[in-house]
């Protein structure tokens, strides 16, 4: 199979204490934090791409450009969508959407590339002994 645009992925959880922008440092704001936000938009980019990777392959995120449009309270189920809308080469890049119960919580794009795991984490290894 191979990667060509219009993959799509989704993927939802429901929003806990870990998810909160106070667990990552903005105290007191017990609501869905950016960070697990990006995080759940890059979960539906994998899902959108998993069947159709090659064989030892995988994907790194490379850029984030989103707009967090609206607060999420804990115990709220949120749903990530993403669709590819580039391929070239290595390069992917997928429009992102956010929703939760009530409304749309996010949009942008996100880009990732594709990589070879053997030889991505050879170079991590590497680096570790530098």
Known sequence: MAIEKGLKGSVEKVVGETDSADYFGNKGFHLYGTPALVGLLEYACGKAIELHLPPGSGTVGTIVNIKHLAPTPLGMKVRAEAELKEVDGRRLVFHVEAFDEKEK??????????????????????????
Do not use: C, P
Request: net charge neutral; glycine share 4%; proline share 0%.
């Open 105 to 130: 919580i996010a949009e942008g794009e996100h880009e990732r590339y594709l990589v070879d795991l053997d030889r991505f984490f050879t170079r991590v290894e590497n680096k570790k002994k530098s």
